[in-house]
């Protein structure tokens, strides 16, 4: 049994910050890559940051400069640090693993950014 267990999301105004983070319990090996989806409400998911095995990242850019990916590899641990929030970015946020073949999702944890 593996599972991706979210947390750190809540309510923030504009220009704060929120760090998410994500650990995955279990027998979990040969992970490829971790990082975070967001999908706002009637619309589709998308990539917010993606760190993997060998340590690149990749981020949309519409977070770039303001959002910082971060893995600690001992704890099986993904954390997302969302700096300088913008309204835009309230959506549910997902932890996502790829394990092997296989593709990890966590149940979401709530971001809202108020004006």
């Known amino acids: 049994q593996v599972q991706l267990v979210e947390s750190g999301g809540g309510l923030v105004q504009a220009g704060g910050s929120l760090r998410l983070s994500c650990a995955a319990s279990?027998?979990?090996?040969?992970?490829?890559?971790m990082g975070w989806y967001r999908q706002a409400p009637g619309k589709q998911r998308e990539l917010v940051a993606i760190?993997?095995?060998?340590?690149?990242?990749n981020y949309a850019d519409s977070v770039k400069g303001r959002f910082t990916i971060s893995r600690d590899n001992a704890k099986k641990t993904v954390y997302l640090q969302m700096n300088s929030l913008k309204p835009d970015d309230t959506a549910v946020y997902f932890c996502y693993v790829q394990w092997g073949m296989r593709d990890l999702w966590g149940q979401g944890t709530q971001v809202t950014v108020s004006s």
């Open positions: 760190v993997t095995s060998s340590s690149r990242t």
């Open positions: 279990g027998s979990i090996f040969s992970i490829n890559a």
